[in-house]
C-alpha cells in the first residue's frame, strides 16, 4: 500500500472525517486531502503525531520502505507490535519489545542478552556453547546498541 492509502484506510478505520484529523495533528483540512491524494506527505513532525494517533509506527505509515531489526537483538521487527515504545507513547524503531520497554533495556550488558540467547536458541547442530557464544558475539556485535 502507498503511504497516501494507508493514511485514509487509518482515518476511515477510525471514523474520522479528513476535518477531523486534521484538528488532532494541528493541520488544515487541505493538507489532510492532499496527503490522501499522493499529492504532498506529512513531515517529519507530523508523522509523529498521526503515529501517535493511529499508534502505528512511521515506518507503518510510509508503507514499509524498509525492514527494521532490532539492534540490541537483531531480531526482524515485522509488526508493530513487536516495536518498543518509549514511556511517552511514542514508538522506537529502533528496539524490540523485549530488549526495551518503557524507556529501559532489559538485558544490563551484552552478556546477559548472550547467557539468555544460549539458554532459550535452538540448537540444531549440537554446537558447543563457547562456539554458540562467539557466533552470536560477533552478530551483537554488529549491532548499534552494542557497538
Known amino acids: 500500500m502507498e503511504p497516501y492509502e494507508i493514511l ?3 482515518r476511515e478505520k477510525r471514523g474520522l472525517t479528513q476535518e477531523q484529523l486534521a484538528e488532532k495533528v494541528l493541520v488544515t483540512r487541505q493538507a489532510v ?17 498521526l503515529s501517535r494517533e493511529f499508534d502505528v509506527s512511521i515506518n507503518t ?21 513487536m516495536i518498543s515504545k518509549e514511556p511517552d507513547g511514542s514508538f ?7 530488549c526495551y520497554a518503557n524507556g529501559t533495556f532489559v538485558y544490563a550488558s ?13 540448537n540444531p547442530d549440537d554446537q558447543p556453547e563457547p562456539q554458540r557464544r562467539a557466533l552470536y558475539d560477533g552478530y551483537l556485535s554488529q549491532l548499534k546498541h552494542w557497538r
Open 8 to 10: 485514509k484506510t487509518l
Open 33 to 49: 486531502s492532499r496527503w490522501e491524494t499522493g499529492e504532498t506527505q506529512p513531515n517529519t513532525d507530523t508523522l509523529k503525531l
Open 61 to 81: 505509515l510510509l508503507g514499509s520502505p524498509r525492514t527494521l531489526y532490532c539492534q540490541c537483538c537483531g531480531m526482524p521487527l515485522t509488526e508493530d507490535g
Open 92 to 98: 522506537n524503531e529502533d528496539y524490540c519489545t523485549w
Open 110 to 122: 551484552k552478556e546477559a542478552l548472550l547467557d539468555f540467547l544460549l539458554q532459550h536458541a535452538p
